[in-house]
């Protein structure tokens, strides 16, 4: 669809707005159409409040709407009720109308009165807008009721008695791949900030395609053999070939969209007549995130790369949804680090996949994924939902984050589930439910006080900006601590285990030259790393844009059972 110009000529705006006024004069669910002379409309030469403002708002009155309403942002609870058909009040963006118009179902699929209502409170501004909008295109389907100020109270119609339509008359439609377009995506910024807990609340939710984390790696072999069987006709799934049923090229989001509709582990749950498509929630999963630094060449800069973020920033998968809200569960540094190496240190000695613990400690450090390039369209509309707030606090974290991602609050998000059932521990060092215990656990075996305070050193502006309190380096000392005993400790166990079973399997390895040469590699490394980090340079993108904190989801005050943890 056409999207708003915020440049077009004089010219431009009067066709555009005269194709408007045309188009609406003859759809059936517009009543009023005494649109007013261009000439008699109160443009701007520019739009109102800068790039981001709103343009064709009547001088006189100011702007009616967001700021952000031209950005491809939904900054709207469009669906926090689906009891009733969908009301929208004041929409001037195109973008956020031509969400509306590719997430709401058509009547006769759902068999039920299901039209998008558009309330607009003032003629004069709906009017004003009409130059920068494209509502021809989205006419079409005629999902859309126009309302005009004081027609709001014909809300909602009834169509069988109005106009003769009788929606109940329809089958209900099954979802079809095609109509799922929007990604919820479950970002995983580093490990153990509580992303299987997250998982589970969302699980089984009338409106959500989900499932728990998946590893990247896999989800894209799958769709390469998926796609090397049906150029061989070998595709032995029925249901799956079913859902691509007419889709003459499936992309790779299709192939994955129609992997989950086909297993009831990850569908089985959904609405079949629910008045909107599902989203597709999903939580690509590493082994972990690593990032690299480096200064830029005019010195003034430091560039944050991420090879596993990179893969999925250019990954078709991704890409091929149109609508893309992310959120990433974050927890206090020093305790998701401390919880890492216990994962970790249970490994060592393993004679089938011998475990060389790395330096945890400076890829925690060097991590900055709570940063966002501000026009990076995967992370544009995003936000960091703290651990501790879901599990102190979680009727007040995901309603609101249920309106951040514009799903319904639903009976589903009060309990944690899965495939495994109701309540019960995904295994491990994980707890079931809402089991608070791992909020104050500090695993103080796996991580000492000179760890704990480096990472606070160099996370300085995390702590601050997303409510944690220092306990280590409240003084904030220059110089950072450069001796990790408990760590390098760890580190030094592990080599030497890999060295023995090495040497058992045949290689020819000095254990004491091969430890040391890998810990001179790792102080190096952490010499060089050092070094640009006390720099405290702005953070960059490889494409050179200043990063900016991902804005942190708040939970609603009203409905706080405990206080907020610092």
């Not at 109102?48 to 031209?70: H, I, M, R, Y």
């Not at 150029?231 to 049923?245: C, E």
């Not at 079949?272 to 995130?289: G, K, L, S, V």
């Not at 992370?379 to 319904?408: C, G, H, M, Q, Y």
Request: aromatic share 12%.
């Amino acid at each position: 669809m056409q999207s708003t110009d915020l440049t077009c000529p004089t010219a431009a705006l009067r066709r555009r707005y005269a194709d408007n006024c045309a188009a609406l004069a003859a759809y059936p669910y517009c009543f009023r159409t005494d649109f007013p002379d261009f000439d008699a409309l109160p443009l701007h030469s520019a739009p109102c409040g800068g790039a981001e403002g709103v343009p064709g708002c009547p001088a006189e009155n100011g702007c009616g709407t967001s700021a952000g309403s031209l950005r491809p942002v939904i900054d709207r609870y469009f669906f926090r009720d689906l009891t009733l058909p969908v009301l929208a009040r004041d929409v001037y963006s195109q973008y956020q109308l031509e969400y509306l118009n590719d997430t709401v179902r058509p009547s006769a699929w759902v068999g039920r009165e299901n039209h998008i209502y558009l309330h607009y409170t003032d003629w004069a501004v709906f009017c004003a807008h009409l130059p920068y909008l494209n509502f021809r295109a989205l006419l079409k389907e005629e999902k859309f009721v126009i309302l005009i100020e004081g027609e709001i109270d014909a809300y909602p119609i009834d169509f069988k008695a109005r106009f003769g339509i009788d929606y109940g008359q329809y089958p209900v439609r099954p979802v079809g791949v095609r109509e799922v377009n929007r990604l919820i995506w479950h970002t995983q910024l580093s490990t153990h900030n509580g992303g299987d807990f997250f998982n589970e609340i969302f699980y089984g939710h009338p409106n959500l395609i989900a499932f728990e984390s998946l590893m990247f790696h896999n989800t894209v072999k799958a769709i390469a053999q998926f796609r090397e069987k049906l150029r061989g006709n070998a595709v032995t799934n029925t249901d799956l070939l079913r859902q691509l049923a007419g889709i003459d090229s499936p992309t790779d989001k299709d192939i994955l969209v129609a992997m989950f509709l086909s297993r009831p582990e990850m569908s089985g749950w959904l609405d079949p007549a629910a008045r909107i498509a599902p989203a597709f929630f999903y939580q690509p999963h590493f082994e972990d995130i690593h990032y690299r630094l480096a200064v830029t060449e005019d010195g003034d800069g430091c560039i944050c790369f991420s090879p596993e973020y990179e893969e999925i920033r250019q990954s078709p998968i991704l890409l091929g949804f149109r609508y893309i809200k992310a959120f990433s569960p974050i927890r206090r540094p020093t305790t998701s680090y401390a919880a890492t190496v216990r994962y970790m240190l249970p490994q060592i000695g393993d004679r089938q996949a011998p475990r060389r613990i790395p330096d945890v400690l400076l890829q925690r450090v060097l991590n900055r994924s709570y940063l966002r390039d501000p026009d990076d369209r995967l992370l544009r509309d995003s936000r960091l939902v703290r651990f501790e707030d879901a599990k102190l606090n979680p009727a007040a974290t995901f309603t609101r984050l249920a309106a951040f991602l514009d799903i319904p609050y639903t009976e589903t998000m009060t309990c944690c589930s899965s495939f495994r059932g109701v309540n019960v521990s995904s295994g491990g060092d994980n707890v079931a439910g809402f089991d608070t215990a791992p909020v104050y656990r500090t695993y103080d075996a796996c991580a000492g006080d000179e760890e704990r305070r480096f990472l606070e050193h160099f996370l300085r502006d995390l702590y601050g900006m997303y409510g944690y309190d220092l306990r280590y380096d409240q003084a904030g000392t220059e110089e950072p601590p450069g001796s990790f005993t408990t760590l390098d400790g760890f580190i030094r166990r592990s080599l030497s285990s890999c060295a023995r079973i090495l040497r058992e399997r045949g290689e020819p390895v000095d254990e004491a030259a091969y430890v040391e040469a890998q810990m001179d590699a790792i102080a190096e490394h952490r010499r060089q790393a050092v070094a640009i980090l006390q720099k405290r340079l702005p953070f960059v993108s490889l494409r050179g844009k200043h990063l900016e904190p991902i804005p942190l989801l708040r939970p609603d005050p009203a409905l706080l059972e405990q206080p907020l943890y610092h």
